[in-house]
């Protein structure tokens, strides 16, 4: 399908192409983390278990689409995507999983607890 095509189903969403290509990048880069994470797992970077989200990216971005900035979001288990569209950088999110210094809560939570 083109973009022409997709811009001219106004009864179909109510978002323009390039709204569609970033909400498609945001889902994308919650996926390509979640991939590079059971990557890291499976090689034993990370230690401990991990808890994917694949398959539910589109919640924490539609959701968060839908809210003010202000808002507050707490996310419980699967929480990656979650964190990652409320803006907490990836490097962060790597350096917890790693049990770093740099991560989220200094690497002592893992994925469970970001």
């Known amino acids: 399908m083109s973009l022409s095509n997709i811009e001219s189903r106004d009864a179909a969403s109510s978002h323009t192409a390039s709204e569609l290509l970033l909400i498609h990048g945001r889902l994308s880069i919650i996926r390509q983390f979640e991939t590079k994470m059971l990557e ?51 490097a962060a999110l790597f350096g917890e999983l790693l049990g770093r210094r740099g991560g989220t809560n200094n690497g002592r939570g893992g994925s469970a607890y970001l």
């Open 40 to 90: 890291m797992r499976a090689s034993g970077l990370i230690a401990g278990s991990v808890h994917p989200c694949s398959g539910q990216e589109a919640a924490p971005v539609g959701t968060l689409m839908a809210l003010d900035p202000a808002d507050p979001v707490l996310a419980t288990y699967r929480g990656h995507g979650w964190a990652i569209e409320s803006g907490v950088p990836l």
